[in-house]
């Protein structure tokens, strides 16, 4: 596990998307593995600049994001995929055809999940994963007591992700109680993880993480275990 410590959140952001645009560079059918929530806003805007200014195309790439809320139709604007049209998808020039987020709103949910990483393996895994890290240590919607052997599956949110996510909502009781989700070995086979961690509310998780100590309590420390991870951090001490 590598280190970075970023100065700023907008040059956490920065190195974040070199990292992405170099790999795209020479590699124009990237598969992109992507997270949504407040750290990576930067991050996006990085890549949409980057595209704007004609450094990087998203022709051939294809992307598989991390997660999505059960229940919540891809209209909803507090669902997941409508989070990232926003963000990325709008402004770039992806194909419809390759862009993949977990689907929340079906009425086989097992299928989805199955089919969601057949869809991810077929594409030749992830080349770049960008992942977000929950203030319990979740790293896409994988709660605590999560074994790291799970493919994308359905979990149950717990209470402190669920308030941590209610600043999208109109109330806590609008936050779903499911998502969907890549699971720990869906994310552990990508080819390379750049883990993002901004804040103060980050710090316990960020010292947890930093221990080394590798448990199923603690979903990011599976980590440890993968090849090639990058963490870049910001405001946390
Ligand atoms: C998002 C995801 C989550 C977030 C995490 C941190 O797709 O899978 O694991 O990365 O909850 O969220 P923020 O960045 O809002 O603090």
Redesign the pocket.
Known sequence: MKWIKAESYEEMSKIAAEIFKEELQVNREMVLGL??????EGFYKELVNAYKAGEISFADAKSF???EYIGISPENEAS?HYYMDQQLFNHINMKDENIHVPTGDTSDLAKAAADYDAMIEAAGNVDIQL????VNG????NEPGTPFSLGTNVVELTES?RE??KIYFDSLDEVPTHAI?MGIQTIMNAKKVVL?I??A??QEAYNRLRSGEITEDFPASALHKHKDVIVIYTDVK
């Open positions: 997270a949504t929530g407040g750290t990576p994001n991390l997660d997941y992942l977000g890290i929950g979740h790293i896409g919607f992700t941590a996510n989700t993002l901004s804040g509310s980050k």
